[in-house]
């Protein structure tokens, strides 16, 4: 328990077991990123898995939206504090677009168009955990909140679900991301409050 | 040398910049110092073991362990009525950071820098002014401050005399609801006008900071896109209402 503020009661916004700690409840839905939003055009548009050995594997944005998609509704969790629950989204997960890619790589760098990059374990992109989605509560995802298309893995504090997303690199070390090299913890589990190195 | 966790901070003074904001002095035993444009957590404790935190800009550099956090009052606001109200001086409060290594404005940069704030977002953009001036930088800096009136201007009577003694520090105002009296301008939004007019031209290539409100920082830095500046040069502090 922290110093005691006198007087001061919070407002007790419904807590519950969905909020990991250090986190309050926002019904908006705010916008962080580090510089202007990229604007990228559907005909240029494409989705890029590359692995260790530099073998690539690439998707139009038609292509993409030919595969099978999900309608995942998660809650996610911004480092900066809020939280928001019952988010909707509609995309391909990464299963899908990891299946048959013949990898031994631990670790993924997301990159995004506008040059942003975010790091997570491999595994954390499996077993229905992450998505690109392109849909959010059921219209095309503004750009503000990185359409056309983002990554989404709501386990993890947002800034790993990389707004504007080109491409994930597979890779057999560990390479820290936009954020992660500014001081921010490698992993982000919400749960374990890991927001900053040392976390 | 990293810290990390959180340590606790006394509040030594509190000045009212306008009728919703003030800047809250507060001391932290061994503050390892901070870049201009930094923010730090602050964390209020109930009776009964609740917690609320929020993130601030700090709006000044450090003075030995002292460290400046100008608050806005978000109305029906969680954390920042207590901050501004609630709070005593000699009360103590939690505090981590300094917090984020990209919006910084880094002394060494030989750059012209234009800042653009729009309402509080001006915060870390006055501890990248106030910075420069402490160091004795010739760096040439640019402010376009939108407000909604003159009565909503923080830290007002400061940038009147930094812009009076500094030749390379100019300000530009934009009012978005009511204009001075005797000024000729009508109320607007930002537009490309303004960062036309009070910018710098792209080919200086500026580094350029913007930080306000969500819809602002999108207006501002599309524009400075449109007119060609490199995406990279151009740093944005986005904020919503966070209570």
Redesign the interface.
């Known amino acids: 328990m922290g110093i005691v503020s006198p007087g001061f009661q919070g407002r007790r916004r419904p807590t519950g077991p969905n909020l990991p700690p250090g986190q309050y409840l926002t019904e908006d839905f705010p916008v962080l990123s580090a510089g202007p939003t990229p604007r990228v055009s559907l005909t240029d548009w494409e989705f890029v898995i590359t692995t260790e050995t530099g073998a690539e594997l690439r998707w139009s944005w038609d292509e993409m939206w030919a595969l099978p998609t999900e309608t995942p509704t998660v809650d996610i969790h911004c480092v900066t504090h809020w939280s928001k629950l019952g988010t909707n989204w509609q995309g391909v997960s990464l299963d899908t677009l990891l299946d048959g890619v013949d990898t031994a790589a631990d670790y993924a760098l997301v990159h995004s168009y506008g040059g942003y990059t975010t790091n997570l374990p491999l595994d954390d992109l499996r077993d229905g955990q992450a998505w690109v989605v392109h849909q959010y509560d059921g219209a095309d995802l503004p750009a503000e909140h990185g359409g056309p298309a983002r990554l989404l893995v709501p386990h993890l504090y947002f800034w790993k679900s990389a707004k504007w997303v080109r491409g994930i690199r597979l890779g057999l070390t560990d390479e820290p991301g936009f954020w992660e090299t500014a001081g921010y913890h490698d992993y982000g589990d919400p749960w374990r409050e890991q927001r900053y190195q040392g976390d | 040398m990293?810290r990390?966790?959180?340590w606790?901070a006394r509040l030594v003074d509190r000045r009212v910049e306008t009728d919703t904001s003030a800047t809250l002095v507060l001391e932290v035993p061994d503050w390892p110092g901070h870049l201009p444009g930094q923010h730090v957590?602050l964390?209020?404790?109930?009776?009964d073991?609740?917690?609320?935190?929020?993130?601030y800009s700090v709006s000044a550099p450090a003075d030995g362990d002292r460290i400046e956090v100008t608050v806005q009052r978000v109305p029906d606001g969680?954390v920042s009525p207590?901050l501004l109200d609630?709070?005593s001086v000699g009360?103590?409060?939690?505090v981590?950071g300094p917090?984020?290594?990209?919006?910084v404005w880094r002394l060494t940069d030989p750059a012209p820098v234009l800042l653009v704030g729009g309402g509080s977002g001006v915060a870390p953009l006055m501890a990248m002014i106030r910075a420069r001036r402490e160091a004795g930088s010739r760096t040439p800096f640019r402010l376009i401050y939108s407000v909604r009136s003159e009565r909503d201007i923080y830290f007002a009577d400061e940038l009147r005399r930094r812009v009076r003694d500094d030749q390379s520090l100019d300000v530009a105002y934009v009012y978005t609801r009511e204009v001075p009296e005797g000024l000729s301008a009508q109320a607007h939004r930002i537009g490309v006008p303004d960062l036309n007019s009070h910018g710098w031209p792209a080919q200086l290539e500026p580094v350029n900071f913007v930080c306000g409100p969500?819809g602002f920082v999108?207006a501002v830095?599309?524009i400075?896109?449109a007119l060609g500046h490199e995406?990279?040069r151009?740093?944005?502090e986005?904020?919503?209402?966070?209570?």
Do not use: H, M, N
Not at chain 2, 43 to 47: D, M, Q
Not at chain 2, 49 to 55: E, T, V
């Open positions: 990293k990390t966790g959180w606790v957590d964390r209020l404790t109930a009776e073991g609740y917690q609320a935190a929020r993130s969680e207590y609630g709070l009360d103590r409060i939690e981590r917090v984020g290594g990209y919006f969500t999108e830095s599309d400075l896109v995406p990279r151009i740093k944005t986005r904020f919503g209402p966070t209570g």
